[in-house]
């Protein structure tokens, strides 16, 4: 059974930093992709950033370049998200999800097999 668990959520004042985890079990995710992605009270889910497992490399949602950073941990199996310089704007449940990789990776949440179960992260100004 494939399990993705968020952790590192909480209250931060802007300016200030976060990492996020996503501890993966179930299955091995060697050929998938890793996203993080959030959504606001009353909007879509958008898509943060991601990562491919099998080479590490990186795309991210042009709102948070430069500020945010995503990375993996073979040994552990956990994605990470380090965000920093945070902004109200940031505040949002954050979801980490996988994706069968294919081709290049993809920002559309549909696309996501499978879901964790989100945390929050509140940022005040």
């Known amino acids: 059974q494939v399990q993705l668990v968020e952790s590192g959520g909480g209250l931060v004042q802007a300016g200030g930093s976060l990492r996020l985890s996503c501890a993966a079990s179930g299955r091995t995710f060697s050929s998938y992709d890793m996203g993080w992605f959030r959504q606001a009270p009353g909007k879509e889910r958008d898509f943060v950033a991601a990562t491919r497992w099998s080479s590490g490399i990186t795309y991210y949602a042009n709102s948070v370049k430069g500020r945010f950073t995503i990375s993996r941990d073979a040994a552990k199996n956990t994605v990470y998200l380090q965000m920093n310089s945070l902004k109200p704007e940031d505040t949002a449940v954050y979801y980490c999800?996988?994706?069968?990789?294919?081709?290049?990776?993809?920002?559309?949440?549909?696309?996501?097999?499978?879901w964790g179960q989100g945390t929050q992260v509140t940022v005040s100004s």
């Open positions: 999800a996988a994706h069968l990789s294919g081709g290049l990776i993809t920002t559309n949440d549909r696309e996501y097999e499978y």
